[in-house]
């Protein structure tokens, strides 16, 4: 009566596709071992199917917010046209131009399907977005030492205009001198080297401690997130050996390089 017991249960289990299946535990016998086993296998499969159907039910909310994460740069291109004309029509030339690279930016970033970008195209984003900064921060140059030989080689999307960025705000924003900016590029064997460099007051050596940690989730308390997020998407990504090189003393520049294999299509 016991094996009929169990061996219906399995059947159920493997036949009827029914997960929520117990047998009676009360006997002592090596019946009951079994029942126990079957038991336990059940409560793991059910557990498993809920685990499963959590993670279908965040990848749907994930597409729909992808989705909505598309339509809503197209709101935007419509908004910035608008006020672009306005600024044409009124000569309002600052305007015009501020909206226009915003613009082509927001257009840039639409792809939010892509990890991967080629560097020449990262390089134009990185020229918009200077073009905006440049109404609040204008005391500064940027320049390119780019090989157009290396342009054509994907790397993670933002990298660079993260880096620009903190040379804006954290580097050179308060100098009471011009600041400069320069973006280089250079391969060595297997690896693309990018680089970019300022005059700028330099980085805490707190800072770059905490870089240097295995901890990629680590806290950052010094407000240097892009820093932090180039950090954990090139070990994410590309494993420890792929990490920032950071060469900067107070009141001295900073210089911070980010090292990538050499891609030539999105994996």
Not at 6 to 26: C, I, K, P, R, Y
Not at 56 to 85: D, G, V
Not at 94 to 111: C, G, H, M, P, Q
């Amino acid at each position: 009566k016991q094996i009929h017991a169990l061996t219906a249960a399995v059947n159920q289990v493997g036949e009827e596709g029914v997960f929520d299946v117990q047998v009676d535990v009360s006997q002592d016998d090596e019946i009951k071992q079994l029942s126990i086993s079957f038991n336990a296998m059940t409560n793991r499969i059910q557990k498993l199917l809920e685990e499963v159907k959590q993670e279908e039910e965040n990848k749907r909310k994930a597409h729909m917010q992808t989705l909505q994460l598309q339509l809503t740069p197209h709101l935007l291109y419509n908004s910035l046209n608008t006020i672009r004309w306005m600024a044409q029509i009124n000569g309002q030339e600052n305007i015009k131009d501020v909206t226009f690279a915003l613009s082509r930016y927001l257009r840039s970033l639409s792809d939010i399907e892509s990890e991967y970008i080629p560097l020449r195209k990262e390089l134009e984003l990185m020229e918009d977005y200077t073009v905006i900064q440049r109404f609040r921060y204008q005391d500064f140059t940027i320049s390119q030492e780019v090989p157009e030989s290396l342009q054509d080689y994907l790397i993670h999307k933002l990298m660079i205009v993260n880096l620009v960025e903190n040379s804006i705000i954290h580097g050179i924003a308060n100098l009471s001198e011009p600041g400069v900016i320069t973006v280089q590029a250079r391969r060595e064997d297997e690896t693309l080297y990018i680089t970019v460099k300022d005059n700028g007051v330099g980085l805490p050596q707190e800072l770059i401690d905490t870089l240097t940690l295995q901890d990629d989730y680590a806290t950052d308390e010094l407000n240097h997130t892009g820093l932090r997020n180039i950090q954990t998407r090139l070990r994410l990504y590309h494993g420890p050996s792929y990490s920032l090189i950071v060469d900067s003393s107070p009141g001295e520049g900073c210089s911070v390089t980010i090292p990538l294999p050499l891609i030539t299509k999105e994996p």
